[in-house]
């Protein structure tokens, strides 16, 4: 039983990170843009944002204010190590 609680702890540790960094990034272009995304439309790997499921409205709008976005996570979350935003 003590394999199978371990693993589930490991789980669990990589969840609340991939939610954490998710939240982060939802609130950061809610605070900058004005655009509120989902977590359905975040995903986060090696250092990029990618962006799915939005108008062309709002990826404009995201992406017009990309370099403000990213010195944000560089000055707020240095530890996320956010390079790129798609």
Not at 46 to 64: D, P, T
């Amino acid at each position: 039983m003590k394999d199978i609680s371990s693993l589930f702890e490991k789980i669990k540790r990589i969840y609340d990170k991939e939610v954490g960094i998710i939240g982060v990034v939802a609130e950061a272009v809610k605070k900058i843009t004005g655009i509120t995304l989902t977590a359905n439309q975040i995903k986060v790997k090696e250092g990029v944002v990618s962006l799915s499921g939005l108008s062309s409205h709002a990826k404009n709008q995201i992406f017009i204010k990309k370099e403000k976005l990213l010195q944000h996570f560089t000055e707020t979350v240095p530890q996320l190590h956010i390079v790129d935003i798609r």
